[in-house]
T-cell receptor, first 112, second 112 residues
Framework: GESVGLHLPTLSVQEGDNSIINCAYS??????FIWYKQESGKGPQFIID?????DKRQGQRVTVLLNKTVKHLSLQIAATQPGDSAVYFC???????????FGRGTSLIVHP | DAMVIQNPRYQVTQFGKPVTLSCSQT?????MYWYQQKSSQAPKLLFH???????NEADTPDNFQSRRPNTSFCFLDIRSPGLGDAAMYLC???????????FGPGTRLLVL
């Protein structure tokens, strides 16, 4: 299930399930979006990106969906594994800017 | 492998004692960033260099300074660390505008 509180929103799933992590972005001028994975004690790592001229992009086990109408971004992870446990951040780049704005982050917990 | 390296990984300092964190990159990226990240929060941009041009965020305290002597290296100087400066400090690089950032592993700073 998903919960939001004083700490990071948390999504708990069972190993093998599909995970969906959501992100609402604020700037309608943003034209480049990135998902990062941050494991405990490490720096964020690039997972997948998408430009505003696309609605969907697929990688290995991951899919990013972009809905510009409602300014919503989602990351889908297929067959979630314990190694996917981490905090996931979305980031948006307004057109012409190289300074991304990070979203709040979601903690994904995968139970074996 | 091309990468972003941060040293040290862990730094303990005393209240008010100056400390310097270092970042180096082999990616030959022209933009280097310093972020502060506290527990359960998104990275917060302190400043960045676009080539030799320094760009400070408006809300970055004067206590934080940076130097970039060449393309490969960038330093974060904290002149008088306070207890509130204890955090993970992340260095990142990118190539020109609006592209993916590559993060280092971070330096965990503890202020006693």
């Amino acid at each position: 299930g998903e919960s939001v509180g004083l700490h990071l929103p948390t999504l708990s799933v069972q190993e093998g399930d599909n995970s969906i992590i959501n992100c609402a972005y604020s700037n309608s001028a943003s034209d480049y979006f990135i998902w990062y994975k941050q494991e405990s004690g490490k720096g964020p790592q690039f997972i997948i990106d998408i430009r505003s001229n696309m609605d969907k992009r697929q990688g290995q086990r991951v899919t990013v969906l972009l809905n510009k109408t409602v300014k919503h971004l989602s990351l889908q992870i297929a067959a979630t594994q314990p190694g996917d446990s981490a905090v996931y951040f979305c980031a948006e780049n307004p057109g012409g800017s190289y300074i991304p704005t990070f979203g709040r982050g979601t903690s994904l917990i995968v139970h074996p | 492998d091309a990468m972003v390296i941060q040293n040290p990984r862990y730094q303990v300092t005393q209240f008010g004692k100056p400390v310097t964190l270092s970042c180096s990159q082999t990616l030959n990226h022209n933009v280097m960033y310093w972020y502060q990240q506290k527990s359960s929060q998104a990275p917060k941009l302190l400043f960045h260099y676009y080539d030799k041009d320094f760009n400070n965020e408006a809300d970055t305290p004067d206590n934080f300074q940076s130097r970039r002597p060449n393309t490969s290296f960038c330093f974060l100087d904290i002149r008088s660390p306070g207890l509130g400066d204890a955090a993970m400090y992340l260095c990142a690089t990118s190539w020109t505008g609006g592209e993916t950032q590559y993060f280092g592993p971070g330096t965990r700073l503890l202020v006693l």
